[in-house]
């Protein structure tokens, strides 16, 4: 098979967080192949973790690719106090003869975030709403590098993910489970401090937030699934989550001092974006006396290039208003106008961009977190749970079609879920040997042998 065909039978997404189907992505050819390992948001171990590793797996993984994408430049971009993770890639690059540069970044955030990162390896602003592509880049995590790389050399299929659980912990521990393992197996391998919690299934900034019970019953690891922090149920970041935009539209018509903070603190914004959160602030009481769309889209059209990395609500807004969630908010109202935003024509990063970055530890002190701050999980275990819930849609795009009944007996890796051709899709597979028990729309269960 050919590494595309590789990629699509093996299931591959993007494994740091947004799941894009990777077989789509590597349908091209580029000048820059660059491979993030910078671990965007605070907190998170696995990246690190699988560059120390597995650095030798890691370069010939590159070489791969690259060489697919016909990519004359290619990079492995990480923050310069991984000293660890940089000692044993540039090990792994001189046994290998690899022509692969290192790219070390500063500790900010969102320094992981794949524009940002192409910004700073080339140069070059992806446009608004745009891919890396569009300036002939091509991203990738360091999990989905490692993917490929295990697909074209052992035939494997994305069965397991490996993740790191931190916060209420006695130590941050790194975990390599089936996909489809229940959150509350992973946090029960931790020795938690606490015993009533919240949980966030990602990074701090923009992770998934659960606080009920019930509703963390029923996380799984998936495809994309990098980090569990366990947090107090009343922390600042579980009970921000938890106001109703009503009160935030109030708290932004009253509460906004026009201080542009957000804005000039925007990542996006400084790579050249237009994007201004302080006037969508401003307009917002607006909102329901503006019928004119062209009026409506000067006052809220930016809104749509808002990445939602947080840096406006829970860093540069001395108000602690929200943003975010207002720009968000937003988003969904300019669609149901039907309201379409042109883009900005060659943006270009503007000159302050390096006054503007957001320190990483500052950051995480502002977020409550200090506590939890510089430890690091230090070796991996392997958990095999009683059963697995293996959701059919992972990845951005259609669901993949279920291929097996109740009843049926099933291995690590067989086909499950299969890709919907028809659009953006990824196929599905078995992440344990046992018996599948039940399967619905949303995924497949099996019990463990």
Known sequence: MSLIETVKDAGI????????????????????????????????ETDKYLCRTFADELIKGITYIADHLEAKKRYIALKAKYKAEI?????????????????????????????????????????ERGIPIEVGAVVDNVGTVL???????????????????????????????????????????????????AVILGGPMMGKVFADDSMIDKQVVTKTTGNIIVLPKDHYLIKKTQVPIERLKHQARSACIQCRMCTDLCPRFQTGHSIKPHLVMRNIWREDIIDSNEEFAKSFGDAVNCSSCGVCEMFSCPMGLSPRKVNDYMKGKLRERGIMIDKTPNPTARPTIELNRIPTDRLISRLGLAQYNGLHAHSCTELLPKEVFIPLSQHIGKPAAPVVKAGDTVHTGDLIGQADDAGLSANIHASVDGTVTEVTSGGIRINVN
């Not at 397991?160 to 992973?186: A, F, H, Q």
Request: proline residues 6%.
């Open 13 to 44: 997404v993007g494994a740091g967080g947004a799941g894009f189907p990777t077989h789509v992505k590597l349908n091209t050819k580029a000048e820059y192949f660059i491979v993030n390992a910078a671990e965007c948001e605070p907190l998170i």
């Open 87 to 127: 000692a044993a890639l540039k090990e792994a690059i001189d046994k290998n003869h690899a022509d692969i540069e290192i790219f070390e970044m500063r500790t900010y955030y969102p320094a992981g975030d794949e524009q940002i990162i192409v910004q700073q390896v080339t140069g070059k602003t992806v446009p």
């Open 147 to 197: 993917g490929i790389y295990r697909a074209v050399t052992e035939g494997a299929k994305v069965t397991d993910k490996y993740l790191s659980v931190v916060g209420e912990v006695k130590e941050p521990i790194m975990l390599k489970v089936p996909i489809g393992t229940p959150i509350r197996t992973c946090i029960d391998a931790a020795e938690l401090k606490i015993s009533d919690y």
